[in-house]
């Protein structure tokens, strides 16, 4: 596909989503004029088959989702759960890794190049010498549960006796999650 029919592609999208008239449509109005009030907060990673408002069938303004590569936790994505949890008040926290993680193989593989390594890095320091996939990915999700407790144990603006950190484990041929 050229790039201009790929624009298109998304163009085409946009306005399909423009002209629905659903509860997808009323839920825009509604959360554009009253503001968000996202239940959970969802770290996920940025692969095209891990879609927490479709895994959790969610719809606008009920997650607070921040999807990184490698659903790995650095300085931007603290302050970004810092600012919901804080601001928007969500009591949930989720960490959620998936089956079939490239970010996960390519970090057992070794590591990557360039700013993916930044990535690797950080997966290989969660993982240690854990080399099975699926518990690679577990102690991946679980490492960046202990930052999140670390960080936010104790904090000024967040009622942390109410927050619910927890992480899991999204199947992406079964389309389960597996609460670690
Ligand atoms: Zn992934």
Known sequence: MKQNELRQR?????LRWQRRQDSQAELRRETA???QRP??????????????????????????????????????QLGSIEYAAGHLHSRLILVLGHTGCGAVSAALS???????????DEILLAVGQE????????KNVEHAVEILKREFS???????????IRGAVYDIAEGEVRWL
């Open 10 to 14: 998304l163009e085409q999208g946009n």
């Open 131 to 138: 080399r099975d996939p699926l518990r690679a990915c577990e």
């Open 110 to 120: 070794g590591g990557g190049d360039g700013f993916i390594q930044y990535i690797t």
């Open 154 to 164: 104790e904090h000024p603006e967040i009622p942390t006796e109410e927050l619910e």
């Open 33 to 35: 004029e009253k503001g």
């Open 39 to 76: 239940y959970a907060i969802v770290v996920a990673c940025s692969d095209s088959r891990v879609i927490p408002e479709q895994i959790f069938d969610a719809g606008l303004g009920e997650l607070f989702v921040i999807r990184v590569a490698g659903n790995v936790l650095d300085r931007h």
